[in-house]
């Protein structure tokens, strides 16, 4: 097998996030010989270790004289998921320090990491700058597209999926970017989503946490709960502790009815393995401004 091919093979695996079969893949490949193929299959692999939380080993396997600014990049983005105390401010000044070394600006590895701290930290806008310079690069127009959806700009989102799909049509990346704007532009939309998620998991390689949670997302939305809570099941038992499957879960909960304690336990149990996940932080706020609006009123009683 020639190098793209194997580089392909990656690509697609890291897309549906297949992450152990990535870094099985780049442990035993032997047909990577340029400097370059070694160096995007190594991004897939510390990456993918990223992925699955083991922050130390990436930080400590890269060190602290690496060359090779995307590896650095990598590094950083480790070392601020590890940080329990998340002193985000001085990692977003030496995320922005090290887009300025050299070409990083238009190297589409470090662009899309240091735009995800950035994501991390709250910086939108400062990570659209970061992914300024994208013509091309699907990582970097996927994160721009996820990133508009945060911000509400739907507009921006399917701009964005038309222009990638002018030069990227059958890129999987391009499906799944497709798949995330349909399930929140909604009415038949929801369907065209469903099906994506659907073909994905035909393939085995796609049976993971990832692919389970959009299933299960457009099932949800399409109001078939009982097929979303068994994916969601499905997932729980390839990782207990996915913040996104635990969020289905809590939706899915709710929207069946389910005992407020069991939404409570897996509100519980995604604040002991993420205390400052945007979800926690936008349920604690809207609890609390009904906490202050409720305390506006008073029970009469009219007997």
């Known amino acids: 097998m020639d190098e793209e091919s194997i580089l392909f ?167 799944m970017m497709e798949a995330w704007v349909d399930l929140r532009v909604g009415g038949e939309k929801y369907q065209e989503a469903f099906y994506i998620y659907e073909e994905f998991a035909q393939s085995s390689t796609a049976q993971t946490v990832k692919v389970l949670n959009g299933q299960a997302a457009a099932n949800l939305t399409l109001g078939r709960y009982p097929e979303a809570e068994s994916l969601l099941l499905e997932a729980q038992t390839k990782d207990n502790d996915n913040p996104d499957t635990l969020i289905n879960m809590i939706a899915c909960a709710t929207l069946t009815a389910k005992p407020q304690e069991v939404v409570n336990r897996y509100v519980s149990q995604l604040r002991e393995i993420e205390p400052q996940h945007p979800y926690l932080q936008d349920l604690d706020l809207k609890s609390s401004l009904f906490d202050r609006c409720a305390a506006r009123y008073a029970l009469v009683d009219s007997a």
């Open 9 to 175: 093979g990656l690509r697609n695996l890291f897309t549906v996030g297949n992450y152990q079969t990535v870094i099985n893949e780049v442990s035993s490949s032997t047909g990577l010989f340029s400097s370059e193929a070694k160096l995007e299959a190594q991004t897939y692999l510390y990456r993918s270790y990223v992925a699955q939380g083991k922050y130390n080993l990436v930080v400590n396997d890269i060190g602290a004289e690496n060359p090779e600014a995307s590896l650095r990049a990598i590094q950083l983005l480790a070392s601020y998921l590890a940080d329990k105390q998340k002193n985000t401010e001085t990692f977003v000044a030496k995320a922005n320090e090290l887009l300025e070394e050299g070409s990083n600006r238009i190297n589409a590895v470090v662009q899309v990491v240091l735009a995800t701290i950035m994501v991390h930290a709250g910086h939108l806008e400062d990570a659209l700058r970061m992914l300024h310079s994208r013509q091309k690069k699907l990582e970097c127009s996927a994160l721009a597209v996820q990133i508009y959806l945060q911000m509400d700009r739907l507009d921006l989102a399917r701009n964005e999926v038309a222009t990638v799909k002018t030069w990227a049509e059958d890129a999987l990346l391009l499906q």
